[in-house]
């Protein structure tokens, strides 16, 4: 039997709980300039490019089915997404970031993601991945996911024009709906005992935790520039 919907309200509660928490308040009440989108931008190129090792890496592990979730989800991400025209992350963007320029939080934050990918059971390491795309899932959260809220956030204070320039805020919006999605089967099977369920809720918190950091670092560095 499974046990995931039975710990599944309590996983939505938490993404998005996330929103009420100091750093993610930070953040979103940083005052936008072009430099300091700048910035979040740089770190977001890291942010994918992090994201992708830790996909692969929990690949590695997990059972063929998760696998094959797995690599549907890359192939936006990696290979071409129809409504970015494009990969999320490519060479060029990782040519045109500059990894010095990383807040040492952001930088403690994707090592952490990559040991927990790395290190953790597959079951948990998908929960570390998953669990970004989650907070994003318009569908779960109350007034919107983290980039939808970006999102809004950049039109409002640097106004239509300039805010959908950033096609990778645009695209996140909608794209990481479907690529939470994709991992709900996964859990139903997977989450099939009280162990792994408690398993499943501690990567939760831990895995929100990290975002935390990131969020928090990525605001001060944001508020250090002009
Ligand atoms: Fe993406
Ligand atoms: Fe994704």
């Not at 709900?184 to 990290?210: C, H, K, M, N, W």
């Amino acid at each position: 039997m499974s046990h995931w919907p039975k710990i599944r309200p309590t996983i939505d509660e938490l993404v998005n709980r996330q929103f009420e928490t100091r750093e993610f308040k930070k953040l979103f009440a940083v005052p936008l300039t072009g430099r300091r989108v700048e910035v979040y931008q740089n770190h977001m190129i890291f942010y994918a490019n992090n994201r992708r090792d830790c996909w692969s890496f929990v690949a590695g592990k997990a059972p063929l089915d998760v696998k094959r979730a797995i690599w549907e989800h890359e192939k936006d991400e990696l290979i071409h997404d129809d409504r970015m025209g494009r990969a999320h992350v490519t060479e060029d963007d990782l040519r045109a970031g500059d990894e010095s320029l990383l807040a040492p939080g952001a930088k403690a934050a994707y090592y952490a993601w990559l040991y927990c990918a790395r290190e953790k059971p597959w079951l948990e390491g998908l929960v570390y991945s998953h669990i970004l795309e989650r907070r994003n899932n318009n569908a779960i959260i109350k007034g919107g996911g983290l980039v939808e809220r970006w999102k809004r956030k950049q039109r409002a204070e640097l106004g239509a024009k300039e805010a959908e320039k950033d096609f990778q805020t645009e695209v996140h919006a909608v794209a990481d709906e479907d690529h939470s999605d994709i991992f709900e089967p996964i859990f139903t099977r997977y989450v099939d005992s009280e162990t792994t369920a408690q398993a499943v809720l501690t990567a939760t918190r831990d895995g929100l935790l990290i975002d935390r950091a990131l969020r928090g670092a990525l605001a001060d560095a944001m508020l250090e520039v002009e």
